[in-house]
């Protein structure tokens, strides 16, 4: 299990930009996939982005296809989501995950390991 916790959430108008981070404890950080769900009022929580260990590879669901970029810093033990052209619809609570495999991330996240999520707020 990985302890996650997320900040950089906030609102913003329309057309503007927010940087989540995701700190992770523990000293396999670099073993795990990393990514990010979110959640909507009245909705599931779904897929947003995912990054391999080392950083090499990443997924995105479709709707935040260049808008939002992952990336990870192994030595700071922190993953990020860079989130531009954000649109009220992008408004939810944004979970941080972590999984040792990307197929069971991208599918269902972690068994165990999810932060407490972060709010975004994008008004029109």
């Known amino acids: 299990q990985v302890q996650l916790v997320e900040s950089g959430g906030g609102l913003v108008q329309a057309g503007g930009s927010l940087r989540l981070s995701c700190a992770a404890s523990g000293r396999t950080f670099s073993s795990y996939a990393m990514g990010w769900f979110r959640q909507a009022p009245g909705k599931e929580r779904g897929f947003v982005a995912g990054i391999s260990g080392r950083g090499g590879t990443t997924y995105y669901a479709d709707f935040v296809k260049g808008r939002f970029t992952i990336s990870r810093d192994n030595a700071k033990n922190t993953v990020y989501l860079q989130m531009n052209s954000l649109q009220p619809e992008d408004t939810a609570v944004y979970y941080c995950?972590?999984?040792?495999?990307?197929?069971?991330?991208?599918?269902?996240?972690?068994?165990?390991?999810w932060g407490k999520g972060t709010l975004v707020t994008v008004s029109s």
């Open positions: 995950t972590a999984d040792p495999s990307m197929s069971t991330l991208r599918a269902v996240g972690s068994l165990d390991s």
